[in-house]
């Protein structure tokens, strides 16, 4: 996770917005994921998130 974004290029990445969070999700991690799941859940003062990616194939990048 990288929050500093100041002066970065992000043109190379799709952007979701969910419950005013936005998830910056690479080109590369699109091209072999069959499904990408973006929810958000608030607790008290803070608010977390969870992406879940099912890949297209058993021998992607992460997959074990």
């Known amino acids: 996770m990288d929050t500093y974004l100041k002066r970065k290029d992000l043109s190379r990445y799709y ?5 005013n969070v936005v998830i910056l999700l690479s080109q590369k991690l699109v091209t072999w994921a069959q499904s990408i799941s973006i929810s958000a859940k608030h607790f008290l003062f803070w608010t977390s998130f ?3 990616v099912v890949s297209i ?8």
């Open 15 to 19: 952007a979701a917005l969910t419950d």
């Open 50 to 52: 969870d992406v879940e």
């Open 57 to 64: 194939h058993a021998h992607a990048p992460g997959v074990t």
